[in-house]
């Protein structure tokens, strides 16, 4: 069965820093570019970083270079996103996607459920 399962969201402080986990079944993560993208409540959904099958990453949002970073482990099928320097206007669900391709699309057609990532004193 083909899954992206994302993991490792919480409640954390502003400044703090959490690592987010995208865990993949039933293909091999390495082939195809993986993106991280958020929700926050009433706003519509912010593309962040993809990571192309190659292992070159693009940002998509300025606001989250130099505190964000995406890599990716072969091994155990799963791509991370390091967030770091952790700011209140972060939380929001993040999900992770693909769109099958090799290189980082435009558009993502196979999404994760997303995990929550809130940030408050």
């Known amino acids: 069965q083909v899954q992206l399962v994302e993991s490792g969201g919480g409640l954390v402080q502003p400044g703090g820093s959490l690592r987010l986990s995208c865990a993949a079944s039933?293909?091999?993560?390495?082939?195809?570019?993986i993106g991280w993208l958020r929700q926050a409540p009433g706003k519509e959904r912010e593309e962040l970083l993809c990571?192309?099958?190659?292992?070159?990453?693009?940002y998509y949002t300025d606001s989250v270079k130099g505190r964000f970073t995406i890599s990716r482990d072969k091994a155990k099928n799963t791509v991370y996103l390091q967030m770091s320097s952790l700011k209140p206007e972060d939380t929001a669900i993040y999900y992770c996607?693909?769109?099958?391709?090799?290189?980082?699309?435009?558009?993502?057609?196979?999404w994760g459920r997303g995990t929550q990532v809130t940030v408050s004193s």
């Open positions: 996607a693909t769109a099958w391709s090799s290189s980082c699309p435009s558009e993502y057609d196979y």
């Open positions: 039933g293909f091999g993560l390495d082939f195809y570019a």
């Open positions: 990571i192309a099958s190659s292992g070159h990453s693009t």
